[in-house]
Structures are given as structure tokens and as C-alpha cells.
């Protein structure tokens, strides 16, 4: 049964926290031992039930979650009328195969995690938790450009990237700190991808989502771009100053900037699929801000950021979160 939370539900959960207290009191005290440093949940809980499920075990929550924001149960759901959803029908919705009684465990096993809520056997609605797991967009929208389907103010960008690229990097870990000097790539997340550059690989064909999702993450950072409109005397500059951004990604500080000092021109350099792909940063510009783009004050320039830089002392260079490349 679901209690709605209410002042007399949380009045409720004081009294039993208390009188749980006053009971593991007396236990100890019976055993004549010590209470144990306060670390709340590790210290109620057995230590091996603890470890093994959160810290040994915490990858099958991330890669339950994997699978649900991968195949868009929180937005099938968000459609559903009523709200609440039996696993057969989620699983008819889901646009590949997909085997009901699995799917149930992985959402029930959510759920006892606080994502989702069981409220009648194999029947699941979204709480508060798993509401955050929505896309922007529609499921329509979703289907009929998977490329862009992280695009929007949503953490699932952020989340999509960790639980894939972040997931699998995280299983090599230990061993890649564990190799002996010099015979394994220089970074986990190389040595899961067994690849030679992250940047280069979110170039390939195939890539063209996790490309996306990744610029799609950057833009909803929260390092906020509105911080470089008064961090700096922009008001100051003339007409004829130019800001280069290096490495901008998708949309983020130089579009912010533009917006409010529109008398600056900006030069846009990443890698070319960056700047030229179906999602890139020149057709975002395009549809965002096209008088901008018609007024020739910005200009897309591939550019690899390792070779000497093709503009010749511009006012500013912004090099934001790209140095540690
Ligand atoms: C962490 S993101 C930072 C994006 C942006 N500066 C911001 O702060 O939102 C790093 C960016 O550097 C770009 N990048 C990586 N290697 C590059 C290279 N060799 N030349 C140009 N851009 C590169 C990536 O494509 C990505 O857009």
C-alpha cells in the first residue's frame, strides 16, 4: 500500500525512528556494548547486507537505470492514461523487443530503491524520483529523431552519459590503475572503448547520439554560462573585438554571451562534427538564434585545438572545461 505523505505520516515516522532508537538502545545495553559511530544507514543495517547491496551491488541500480532511460519507460509512462502502467502494456510500448517478466523485476527492483512505485503487482507509476528520469521531448518526438532525443533541460543528458560511456569506464578502473606503467590505455574509459581518443570516437559513424548527448549534457551544465556575462567588462570591448571560444561544444557560453553583447563578434571552434554534424553547433545557432547567424557576427570554424590556433590575436579566448584534454 502507498501512505501519501502527510504531516501525520512524517509524525508517524518520528515516533518510530524514536522508539526505534530507545529499542536498539537496550539492546546494546543488554549485550553490554557500545553504540557504534553514527553512519545512519550502514550502521542499522548488517555491515554485509550494506556492502554487498549499495557499495558491492549499487552498478545493478545504475544499470537498471541504463535500461529505462535507454528505452523510455519513464516517458511511456508519463503518457499513460491513467498513470499507472501494467509491465505488459509498458512492454508493448518499449520499440524493441522486450520480455515483460524482466522488465517487471528491473522496475520492481527500482522501486525498492525509491524510482518508481509498485502499486498493485506488475502494475508501476512514477514518484517524484523517477519523474526526473523523463526526456524533454515527447515519445513521438523521441522516435522520430533518436539523435536528439537528450536535447532539453532535462538531467537525463547527464544521466544517459554516466550510466553508458561512465558505466562501462568504471568496470575498468581498477585494473587500469593496476597496470603496469605503459601497457594499457591512458584512461578507463579508452581501455572499456578500447580506443585512443574519446573525442575522436564520439566523431565516428554510429556515435551520432552519444555525440549528441554529450554536447546535450554540456549545455545543461551546472556550471551556469550566465556567470561570463559579468565576470567580465564585456561592455567594454569595441565593436571590432572578436571572442574566440575554443572547444565550445553545443550552444553554451558563447550563444549566452551573444544574446546580451551583440556587438562582439564570436568565432565558434570545436572538432567538424562537433560544428558540421545533423546536430551540430551551426544548425543550433541556425534555429536558435538566426539574425544573429544572418548578421555574420559569428562564424563556425573547425579546429583542432592541439594545432596552432588559425586566428590571429583575437580580443579573448574562451577556453572553458577543456584544458584537462
Ligand atoms: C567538456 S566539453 C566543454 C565544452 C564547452 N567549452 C563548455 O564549457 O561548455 C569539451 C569540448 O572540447 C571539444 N574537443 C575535444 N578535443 C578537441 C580538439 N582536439 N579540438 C577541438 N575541440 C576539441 C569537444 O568536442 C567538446 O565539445
Not at 498513470?83 to 520499440?95: C, F, L, Q, T, Y
Request: charged share 20%.
Amino acid at each position: 500500500m502507498t501512505v501519501e505523505p502527510s504531516n501525520s505520516t512524517l509524525q508517524t515516522l518520528v515516533e518510530i525512528a524514536v522508539s526505534s532508537v530507545s529499542t536498539l538502545e537496550s539492546i546494546y545495553q543488554a549485550h553490554g556494548a557500545s553504540f557504534p559511530s553514527l553512519d545512519l544507514i550502514a550502521t542499522v543495517c548488517p555491515p554485509n547486507k550494506h556492502h554487498t547491496n549499495l557499495d558491492g551491488g549499487g552498478m545493478y541500480v545504475s544499470a537498471g537505470l541504463q535500461y529505462i532511460v535507454e528505452t523510455s519507460i519513464p516517458d511511456i509512462m508519463k503518457e499513460g492514461d491513467p498513470k499507472v502502467m501494467h509491465v505488459d502494456e509498458i512492454a508493448s510500448k518499449i520499440n524493441v523487443p522486450t520480455e515483460a517478466n524482466g522488465l517487471a523485476r528491473v522496475l520492481r527492483f527500482l522501486a525498492t530503491h525509491h524510482i518508481f512505485r509498485e502499486v498493485t503487482p506488475n502494475v508501476f507509476a512514477h514518484n517524484r524520483t523517477s519523474s526526473m528520469f523523463c526526456k524533454a521531448k515527447t515519445l513521438k518526438e523521441i522516435r522520430d529523431d533518436p539523435v536528439t532525443q537528450y536535447n532539453g533541460l532535462t538531467s537525463t543528458a547527464n544521466l544517459g552519459h554516466c550510466l553508458d560511456e561512465g558505466l562501462r569506464s568504471a568496470a575498468h578502473l581498477s585494473a587500469w590503475l593496476q597496470a603496469p606503467k605503459g601497457s594499457i590505455r591512458v584512461s578507463p574509459f579508452l581501455a572499456a572503448f578500447k580506443v585512443d581518443d574519446i573525442w575522436r570516437w564520439f566523431e565516428q559513424p554510429g556515435n551520432e547520439l552519444r555525440r549528441n548527448r554529450f554536447g546535450s549534457l554540456m549545455s545543461n551544465t551546472q556550471w551556469e554560462a550566465e556567470i561570463f556575462t559579468y565576470a567580465i567588462r564585456w561592455d567594454l570591448f569595441p565593436e571590432t573585438s572578436t571572442v574566440v571560444d575554443v572547444g565550445e561544444s553545443l550552444r553554451t557560453v558563447s550563444m549566452t554571451l551573444a544574446r546580451k553583447f551583440s556587438h562582439l563578434k564570436y568565432i565558434i571552434q570545436d572538432l567538424p562534427q562537433v560544428i558540421d554534424g545533423d546536430a551540430g553547433t551551426r544548425k543550433f545557432w541556425a534555429k536558435e538564434y538566426p539574425e544573429f547567424v544572418q548578421s555574420g557576427k559569428v562564424q563556425f570554424q573547425p579546429h583542432d585545438f592541439f594545432r596552432p590556433n588559425p586566428v590571429n590575436s583575437p580580443d579573448v579566448f574562451i577556453m572553458r572545461a577543456i584544458l584537462h584534454d
